[in-house]
Structure formats: C-alpha cells, structure tokens
C-alpha cells in the first residue's frame, strides 16, 4: 500500500546535472528497499541505484556509480536521485520503486520483485 510520485526529469546538455525525486506514501512493508530505474525504447528495464530506507545503505549500478547519487530525505517520504556528468546515453524514461526485502546490487537485477512503481519522469541529455 504505497503510491510513488516521481518528479525532475527534463531536458539538458551532455555534461550537466538533474535530480529526480520520488515523493511516496509509505506503507513500512513494502518500502524497506526503495530504488530508482530507468528505460529506454526498445530496451529492458535497468536498476540504476537502491537505498535501504531504515539505514540510508546505497547500492549502484557499474553503469551509473560515481556520478548518480541516490538519497533519502524531507522527513523520510522523499528519495532522490542526484545526476552529474550526463551523458547522452542516459536518456531514458526514469521510475521509482519500492520493495518490502532484500536490498542490494542484486535486487536492482531483478525488475518482477519490485512492488510499487511510479509514473516514470523523463530524462533527455543531448551533445
């Protein structure tokens, strides 16, 4: 019983910064672990970055670690996503989601395990 509300995305150059929130309406169960996807067309669904909500853990994806930056904050109900050094690859629709257990570089492997999805906001970086 949770409803995820994702908002920031836009438009930018290569090189410049975003950052993404994810405003939820918590049910405790199914938001120990809260983490932040993204997907283009005609691509899967990759996991980008988990927090444990309870201790502010963070996992990141290869693909994404060092530049993106995924915190929890506003009185526990936000969880962001801070974007540095974009890249035009990193165009994509981006959605947040929560899950109830197992938190880690693993479960952002795993998109069916995931209980709550947001709308998605979409994210455009150009040359």
């Known amino acids: 019983q949770v409803e995820l509300v994702e908002s920031g995305g836009g438009s930018v150059q290569a090189g410049g910064s975003l950052r993404l929130s994810c405003a939820a309406s918590?049910?405790?169960?199914?938001?120990?672990?809260m983490g932040w996807f993204r997907q283009a067309p005609g691509k899967e669904r990759e996991g980008l970055a988990a927090?444990?909500?309870?201790?502010?853990?963070?996992f990141y994806a290869d693909s994404v670690k060092g530049r993106f930056t995924i915190s929890q904050g506003g009185a526990k109900n936000t969880v962001y996503l801070q974007m540095n050094s974009l890249i035009p690859e990193d165009t994509a629709m981006y959605y947040c989601?929560?899950?109830?257990?197992?938190?880690?570089?693993?479960?952002?492997?795993?998109?069916?395990?995931?209980?709550?999805w947001g709308q998605g906001t979409l994210v455009t970086v150009s040359s």
């Open positions: 918590y049910y405790t169960a199914v938001t120990f672990c």
């Open positions: 927090i444990v909500t309870t201790g502010s853990n963070t």
């Open positions: 989601a929560a899950k109830g257990s197992l938190c880690g570089v693993g479960a952002l492997t795993k998109t069916n395990a995931w209980a709550a």
